[in-house]
Nanobody, 122 residues
Framework: QVQLVESGGGSVQAGGSLRLSCTYS????????MGWFRQAPGKKREGITY??????YYADSAQGRFTLSQDTAKNTLYLQMNNLQPEDTAMYYC?????????????????WGQGTQVTVSS
């Protein structure tokens, strides 16, 4: 059974940093599509970044500020977020697919974590 558990969210001021963690278990293959989405109140859930068989991909909103990494020994996916801005305020979700990759499409995700809240104040 796939389980994804996020942690590391919190409240920061603009310009600050946070590192989110997604600890996973039950994955068929951790090289398969894994990544992060976020959802602000009243907005659609949007893809931020994902990795799939060694490749790492970023949405324009994350490029240059966010870094995705993985520690397979700890079964954990990380999202390092720097220079956070108020518009980054959202619930952040870890996502995984065991077959076709979701890319940045939330409708294509098979497994979700419960989410972790990030709040950035100006």
């Amino acid at each position: 059974q796939v389980q994804l558990v996020e942690s590391g969210g919190g409240s920061v001021q603009a310009g600050g940093s946070l590192r989110l963690s997604c600890t996973y278990s039950g994955l068929a293959d951790s090289r398969h599509c894994m990544g992060w989405f976020r959802q602000a109140p009243g907005k659609k859930r949007e893809g931020i970044t994902y990795m799939n068989f060694g490749g790492t991909y970023y949405a324009d909103s994350a490029q240059g500020r966010f870094t995705l990494s993985q520690d397979t020994a700890k079964n954990t996916l990380y999202l390092q977020m720097n220079n956070l801005q108020p518009e980054d305020t959202a619930m952040y979700y870890c996502a995984y697919n065991s077959r076709r990759c979701f890319m940045f499409q939330s409708d294509e995700v098979d497994y979700w974590g419960q989410g972790t809240q990030v709040t950035v104040s100006s």
